[in-house]
């Protein structure tokens, strides 16, 4: 009889089959039992989310940094204070599609978590091994500061895609909006990609649409929201984050 393809929970990694992700519901067992292959697989999964955070970011803070860039003065980092819907529905549509097109390319190497908060989430219930998930959350750091660096090299002017506080809110809201809307993401990867289904393999679309809707609605008070791997004083919004990953595991 051949092998079925149906998995209920967890990714299937490099180096892992579908009969192997489908019984194992406490974790993945994705090592073929050797040293060396268990050593080649983490790496494989580090280098796959090294390289798919900074796509992902790559492309989200070049489209952020054009649309700051004509709305702001040299000296500001920030975005715009006060609504501006073009401006938002611009930036939220160059997180939400990066963020889409690069988990579709690398679901099937190392998840296409890209953020801490998610790995953090996912580890929780059980759909990542503890050392997988603290693995790949180091290549997401590299991946991170390594985007952040390019682009501040390659576009003119300073890099305006810092995260801070805007229209008013103050810390404590900001840290509730991050914990609900990093719920909101975390829920649609749970819901869409950890328990398989028939349409796991369109997940990275439903994944890119739940960031692009958050940012919309977290924008305008937190500027550029979910930034966790932007480096800057507001680091505790990545604390913030972890809370969320909670809500829903």
Request: glycine fraction near 10%.
């Amino acid at each position: 009889m051949a092998e079925s393809s149906h998995v209920t929970r967890g990714f299937v990694f490099a180096g892992m089959s579908s009969k192997m992700a489908s019984s194992k519901r406490k974790g993945l067992a994705f090592l073929p039992g050797n040293r060396e292959s268990a050593i080649r697989n983490h790496f494989i999964a580090m280098c796959g989310e090294f390289a798919g955070t900074f796509l992902f970011l790559f492309f989200a803070f070049t489209g952020t940094q054009v649309a700051n860039s004509q709305t702001q003065g040299s000296t500001s980092t920030t975005i715009a204070q006060g609504s501006n819907p073009a401006q938002l529905l611009y930036i939220s549509l160059c997180f939400g599609f990066s963020l889409a097109v690069n988990a579709w390319v690398f679901f099937r190497i190392s998840g296409g978590l890209f953020n801490p908060a998610v790995t953090f989430g996912m580890v929780i219930v059980g759909a990542v091994p503890p050392l997988r998930g603290v693995l790949v959350v180091f290549s997401q750091i590299a991946g991170g500061i390594a985007s952040a660096g390019v682009v501040s090299a390659l576009y003119p002017g300073q890099l305006n895609v810092r995260t801070t506080l805007g229209a008013g809110t103050t810390k404590t809201q900001g840290v509730f909006i991050e914990m609900f809307l990093t719920a909101e993401l975390v829920f649609a990867i749970f819901m869409l990609a950890a328990e398989k289904h028939k349409g796991t393999f369109i997940a990275p679309i439903g994944i890119g649409l739940a960031l692009f809707i958050a940012e919309l609605s977290g924008m305008l008070a937190e500027n550029l929201l979910w930034n966790v791997l932007n480096f800057d004083r507001r680091l505790l919004y990545w604390w913030c984050s972890e809370p969320g990953s909670c809500l829903w595991s």
